[in-house]
């Protein structure tokens, strides 16, 4: 089965345990957009097919990220840096479009941000699949990982579900592909929004508290 065919599948057979499934292939190593997944099923709730409803589309979805990334976490735990890394360059690790350059990437990205990266990452394209992979190389808390990953994951699919709920009565998408045509468009623009509010609420949060220890001192 072609990309397209696999595509087409998943739309003509969306329910919470696909949905799940679909979402823990698309938070692990193999590229899979979640924009093909979440939007046409909360579609399909405003539409009242299927008997979608929204916020389980949101749980199921989130759940499903948060399995994905977890499979990640304890590969890169077992496996350690190096293994990672020929993996990265092996034939199988080009199959999965994972090269060494993706996981360096992510590293760095884990290393600047620290812990707060797992929760920032999973709303950045491109990052978001690999997020999980320097945390599970630094042995971040497990706690502390599937807390950040469940509420980046949850915020992205609940980012996407509006969208996908929202677009169910507009005139001119009639069909699933025309939905996700859609949403791609957007779905980027949105991401990096909600990072730039997620890094100002942070920035304020930091601001105040270096503050609060300022007084203290004087």
Not at 162 to 184: A, C, H, R
Request: net charge positive; charged share 15%.
């Amino acid at each position: 089965m072609d990309s397209i065919g696999f595509i087409q599948w998943c739309l003509e057979h969306l329910n919470y345990w696909t949905i799940t499934l679909l979402m823990a292939i698309e938070s692990s190593f193999i590229p899979f957009p979640s924009e093909v997944v979440v939007p046409p099923a909360a579609w399909m709730a405003g539409a009242g097919e299927g008997g979608m409803n929204l916020i389980l589309v949101i749980v199921f979805a989130t759940i499903g990220a948060d399995l994905g990334a977890i499979a990640n976490y304890y590969l890169s735990v077992w496996l350690g840096r190096p293994l990672i890394y020929k993996l990265a360059q092996s034939r199988v690790g080009k199959m999965l479009m994972i090269t060494p350059e993706k996981v360096a990437k992510a590293e760095q990205y884990f290393d600047k941000n620290g812990a707060v990266s797992t929760l920032v990452g999973r709303l950045i394209p491109g990052i978001r699949q690999l997020i999980s992979i320097p945390a599970g190389l630094a042995r971040m808390k497990f706690g502390s990982f599937l807390l950040y990953t469940t509420i980046g994951a949850g915020v992205w699919n609940t980012v996407l579900a509006l969208l996908g709920y929202s677009l169910s009565n507009v005139p001119g998408i009639k069909t699933k592909e025309e939905l996700i045509s859609t949403v791609t468009v957007y779905s980027h623009e949105i991401g990096y929004a909600l990072i730039g509010i997620l890094l100002l609420v942070l920035a304020v949060y930091f601001l105040r508290k270096h503050l609060r220890r300022r007084k203290q001192t004087i």
